[in-house]
């Protein structure tokens, strides 16, 4: 498994996978529709964060995640994703403790996660802890895991 910067032209690659990996939660289609916008990721977008992919021993990306540092010392992990193909294969644990460290390089004190709700048992089995909830871009009024871990 390699981790690796993500490149801009891998935009819509990556856009793709971080759909099918919110399917893989048995969303209906028109849950996944209307996620279509959030979970699309801009070439500036991964040229102004730091977006990084995991490969399998093919080459093929299994996964990424985008981590952003604020000024207050709070890094935010953003878009976690495995392809579904991928799921199970350490990929999701390499990217997660990938960012635990770009974090702590960077001088942040903490990491906090927006949550899907399927996803909370796998950042809470990788040390994370809910600290309250967070209100969905998407869908106004559905409430969301709000987790952190102290770095």
């Not at 990424?64 to 207050?72: E, I, P, Q, T």
């Not at 709070?74 to 635990?100: C, K, M, T, Y």
């Not at 909370?120 to 987790?147: C, D, H, I, N, W």
Request: aromatic share 10%; with cysteine.
């Amino acid at each position: 498994m390699v981790i690796r910067r993500a490149c801009p032209d891998e935009a819509p690659l990556l856009s793709d996978l971080a759909l099918r990996s919110k399917a893989y939660w048995g969303y209906s289609a028109e849950f996944i529709a209307a996620c279509r916008d959030d979970l699309t990721l801009s070439e500036a977008f991964i040229r102004e964060t730091e977006v990084f992919v995991s490969e399998d021993s093919a080459g093929k990306i299994a996964g990424f995640y985008a981590l952003d540092r604020k000024a207050d010392g709070i890094a935010d992990l953003n878009d976690l994703f495995v392809d579904p193909a991928s799921i199970g294969g350490g990929h999701g644990r390499a990217l997660f403790e990938h960012a635990i460290q770009l974090a702590r390089s960077q001088g942040c004190r903490e990491m906090r996660i927006d949550s899907d709700p399927f996803a909370e048992p796998f950042y809470q089995k990788m040390g994370a802890e809910r600290m309250g909830e967070v209100e969905s871009t998407v869908f106004p009024g559905r409430m969301l895991p709000l987790l952190r871990v102290l770095l």
